[in-house]
């Protein structure tokens, strides 16, 4: 597949990298068919915080589930997913009301946590 892979700081190309694999049970694999850059991107892409090179960019998109893995509950493939930058457990108090945006797990105080859309910056 094609995916758009961080080479250093103000550097980005589109390149062929392995299909996507389930690696946890709680993995679903997704045809992404729209994307947007977000702004917590530019941290990245600056060289503003820790982004190695060859990762692949990306993490506000649209698109169709593939498949998923024995721990997924809530997906089954040919489900439209939209995927916003919030990064959330799935499984505290709040995440489980839908109020992922609050996860008590990604938000945690005195780390960015799920602030920028990035889980490197966060438990």
């Not at 961080?6 to 299909?19: H, K, S």
């Not at 990762?55 to 809530?74: D, K, Q």
């Not at 505290?92 to 005195?110: D, H, I, M, S, V």
Request: glycine share 12%; proline share 7%.
């Amino acid at each position: 597949m094609k995916a758009v892979v961080y080479r250093g700081p103000n550097q980005v190309a589109v390149e062929d990298v392995p299909d996507p694999k389930i690696e946890r049970p709680t993995d679903a694999i997704v045809k992404i068919t729209s994307t947007n850059i977000c702004g917590s991107d530019l941290h990245m892409y600056e060289g503003r915080t820790d982004f190695e090179q060859g990762r692949v960019f990306g993490h506000e998109n649209l698109g169709v589930v593939l498949e998923v893995g024995p721990a997924v509950e809530r997906l089954k493939p040919g489900d439209w997913v939209c995927m916003p930058f919030n990064i959330s457990c799935g499984h505290c108090k709040n995440c489980e009301r839908g109020l992922t945006n609050y996860c008590l797990n990604a938000n945690q105080p005195g780390v960015a946590g799920g602030a920028f859309g990035f889980a490197d910056m966060g438990p």
